[in-house]
Structures are given as structure tokens and as C-alpha cells.
């Protein structure tokens, strides 16, 4: 069992918004309930609003009871994580903030973690304010979320403002990806297993897919989220993300850099979708009406807050294909979109089938295997095998069935962490492993930029889907018309 020696204290910029409340506080709520918050920690909570103490303890509880799962709730846990909080009000804009969050520092010089849990466009700000007041040293760690930019240049900036200020070595970019359980679990599963990793190649794989399909729609976020879309929000990070962790090379260790030197490779070896590939790599899609949950659901250009006209896309299918020696030839299909039939995260890997097939011609269908990892719900892995069908009457009929492994039932597991316990966690012991390199998030702007240039070019609008279809019937087309279909399909 792990436990937490070293202390540290973390100032929480941003503790009054959406991705404090909704997150990093039940997150914290968590890690105190298994006592990994070392003892004297302190935590500092920053806002601009100004605000008793007693007030924030009371909202922050009020809080941690609607978020935590109420078979998890425990006061006597609430009040030991309040009394490692303080509330200061801080405008970041001005120095004085930063000299009463130096005042606090020197009280005890421990390692600091600073979240900032704000716009992108303040880090800087931020790290210039902390700089001045004196209060960043060489164990300082700092840690952002995405979108880090709006595209590759935007993001050179802001990762120049923080190099200003601080090493690579002390910057956590987050992917919150990262911190789910069943992405570590997909290091594991290739690196533990040389069963995978010896058939982890265009010579057994013929395709993979990678789906992140979402219920909700755009939840009262229309306004960050009509500048974004889909491919920005969602494919520049975490689908790529997991596309590297599925096609990366062996890391030499487990180490941060060796894995993200790895990830890179990948990165670097992404064939770039040029305007001529628009038909066959890339379909973008925008729900109209539709049901979600059964209910009637508007479309997109409908939500609250929209403005008409839009042509952002909410959903993106993708042909991926990587220029190396392990993965010519194997297609890489990613999709990924709001308002979709159910929320899923899946990766479902297609292996080849066995050179000379010698059973029934039509059940030649069930000569691939497939290997199943399911990223939520239902975390777990399932490899599909072929198996003769029991009876006397069956002859050498097959069947297919799945090998399985829940990880809630194989390991007992009441509750699987939150990717954010797990992230803030690992930025405690100073891990970087579980967080994205520079290089790389500029890397995946690098390719996001050229799709995104193309279908400028292409001068389309995306096109129309059904609130709670599987996107537009284009996607269905881009993998068909390569002689695969998407795994739901399959039946
Ligand atoms: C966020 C996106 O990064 O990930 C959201 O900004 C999306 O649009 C969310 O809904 C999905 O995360 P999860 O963990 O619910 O799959």
C-alpha cells in the first residue's frame, strides 16, 4: 500500500470554478478519505471573490456532499481536509495577492504545488506574479490543463510564457485521460503481457478502432465550446493520446521521459491528412434534433446560448495512419462526438486471421480475433476467441465468445479511482509519467492544425446527425468502403 511521506503544500487557483468543484475537490475529498494527504499539508484555495472562511468551509462541504457518493461521505474525513484549507481572495492580476501568498509560504518552506485551475490565457500571469513575489523555487511544481492554445502557435505561447518561469521538469500538463485507470492499465496490458506485445504489429493487426462517444450534448458550455469543437476539444489530446499508448514502441523503462520520448515517435510518424484525403479520412459531423435517454433533445444550433449559423463540428471520425515499420498498412480509426446513443470510451484492437482458414466457409467471419478495452463504463478488458460450439449435433461449429476481465469484479474493487485522484497523486510524489511533454502537445497541434487547414479548404459544412445516432452516415462509409465496419455494428 502506498503512503504519502513527503509533504507538500498546494495553492489552488481557480478553487471557486467549474473543474475545482466538479473535480479537484471531491479528488482531494478522496485522497484524505484514504489518507494519502500527508498530515501537515496545507492546502491554499484562491479566487477573486471575496469571502469569509467560514463561508468557503461551509460551501466546500455543501459541495463535497452533492459530488461524493453518499456511501462515501464521511464528515469526519470533510472536516479533517477542512482544516488543512485556507480561503484568500486574489485578484491575479494584481501584485499584492502574490505578497500575502508569500507571507503564507514563509511560514514553512515545503515543496509547492500550484494549480492553476484557470483560463489558459492567465498562466503566464500567474507565473510572472509568482516569480515577482519570490515565492517559486526549484521544487515548485506547477500544474495546467488543456486547451493548452487554439492551435500550434497559441500553444508555443503559452508554453513559452511558463518556460519563463519554469523547467519542463516541474510543469504537469494534464490529460485527465491519463489518469484513468484502464489507460495505465493499457501500459500493463502491452508491457506486461508478451503475448500482446509479440502480436503488436501490421503483421497480426489489420486495423484498430478508438471510440469516445458522449450522451450529454454541450451542457451550457456552447460559447467555449463553439470555438473549440470537437477536434480541438477532444481529439488534439485525449485521442491522441490513447492512439500513442496503443502504437508506441516498448519504453526502455517506466520512466516519464522514456514513455513520452516513445509517444513522440509516434507523433512525429503521423501521416499528415492533406485536402485530397477529405473524402475517405476525415468525416465531421453536427447533431440536429434528436433523443437522448429517450427523451426529445434539441440540436445543436438549438442549445442554450447558441448562435445560428454555426459551422462547428460535434462530432469527428478519423482515418489515422502511422508512417513506421510496425504500423504500415494498419489503419487507425478514431471517432468521437456529443449526443451520441451512449457514453463509451473503447478501444478494440482487430487482429488478423490465421492464414488458411479450415472451417465452415460461412463462419469465416469469426476468424479474427479482437481485443477489447473498454475505458469506461464497465473498465475492463475482453479478448474475443473462437471455440467450438458444445453438442453433438454441432460438429466443429464455432462460436465466438469473450475472455473477460472486470477489473471491479477481478479485483474486488468497491470504486475505481477518479483520473483526477490518480493525477493529483502522482503530482504529489513529482511523477511526471502520467502528464504531457511539451513536444507533445505541440506535436499533436502540429497534425490537428493541417486536418483542420484541409477541410477549410474544402470549404464543407460538417454534416448533419441525429441527437442519439452514431454520427453522421459518412462515417459508417469511410470504414466500410475499407471492407471493416465500426465494432457496435458487428452485433
Ligand atoms: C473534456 C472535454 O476534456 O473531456 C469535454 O472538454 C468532455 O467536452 C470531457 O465532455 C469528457 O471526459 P470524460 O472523462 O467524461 O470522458
Known sequence: MEVNNTVSDLVLFGALGDLAQRKLWPALYQLQRAELLAAESRILALAREAMAPETFATQLAERLAEEVNPSELDDGVVQRLLAKVEYQALDFTEAEGYTALKRWREQRPVPLIVYMATQPTIYGLIGEGLHQAQCVGSDTRVVIEKPIGHDLASSREINDQLAHYFDESQIFRIDHYLGKETVQNLIALRFANNLFASQWNQNHISHVEITVAEEVGIEGRWGYFDEAGQMRDMVQNHLLQLLCLIAMDPPADLSADSIRDEKVKVLKALRAITPDMMDTHLVRGQYGAGTANGRPVPGYLEEEGAAGGSRTETFVALKAEIENWRWAGVPFYMR????????????????????????????????????????????????????????????????????????????????????????????????????????????????VDRVIESWEESGEAPKRYAAGTWGPAASIAMITRDGWSWHEEDG
Do not use: C
Not at 422 to 446: C, H, P, S, T
Open 336 to 447: 468521437t462526438g456529443k449526443r451520441l446513443p451512449k457514453k463509451l470510451s473503447e478501444i478494440v484492437i482487430h487482429f488478423k486471421a490465421a492464414p488458411h482458414y479450415i472451417f465452415a466457409p460461412d463462419q469465416k467471419h469469426l476468424a479474427n480475433n479482437k481485443l477489447m478495452i473498454r475505458l469506461q463504463p464497465d473498465e475492463g478488458i475482453s479478448l474475443l476467441v473462437s471455440t467450438k460450439d458444445q453438442g453433438l449435433d454441432k460438429g466443429m461449429r464455432l462460436r465466438q465468445g469473450p475472455l473477460h476481465l472486470n477489473f471491479s469484479e477481478a479485483f474486488d474493487a468497491s470504486r475505481i479511482p477518479d483520473a483526477y485522484e490518480r493525477l493529483l497523486w502522482e503530482i504529489m510524489k513529482g511523477n511526471q509519467y502520467l502528464f504531457v511533454r511539451r513536444d507533445e502537445v505541440e506535436l499533436a497541434w502540429r497534425w
